[in-house]
Nanobody
Framework: VQLQASRGGLVQAGGSLRLSCTAS??????ADWYRQAPGKQRVWIAS????????YVDSVKDRFTISRDSAAKDTVYLEINSLKPEDTAVYYC???????WGQGTLVTVSS
């Protein structure tokens, strides 16, 4: 399985961004998003099951939305609103079964 992650980039604080992660032909059961800020460990931030159940770490649940392509079911999204400089990180998707990780997408938020 190969994951195709969207590009992140440089965004201004207060803006929005949607990241995507596609595993062509792979109908995953569980998808997670993680992020790793500069100099810090990678941490889990959100997950979605194949039935659509979602979960978030408390620190992001009011600004982040995880979703899944309802048709193809091979793409998971992470929408981030009201971006803050502390959201600067490399964002990773992870799919199961198989514990497949995306290559990471750098998001840099300028103040």
């Amino acid at each position: 399985v190969q994951l195709q992650a969207s590009r992140g980039g440089l965004v201004q604080a207060g803006g929005s961004l949607r990241l995507s992660c596609t595993a062509s032909g792979f109908n995953f059961i569980l998808a997670d998003w993680y992020r790793q800020a500069p100099g810090k460990q990678r941490v889990w931030i959100a997950s979605i099951t194949n039935s659509g159940s979602t979960d978030y770490v408390d620190s992001v649940k009011d600004r982040f939305t995880i979703s899944r392509d309802s048709a193809a079911k091979d793409t998971v999204y992470l929408e981030i609103n009201s971006l803050k400089p502390e959201d600067t990180a490399v964002y990773y998707c992870r799919l199961n079964p198989g514990d497949v990780w995306g290559q990471g997408t750098l998001v840099t938020v300028s103040s």
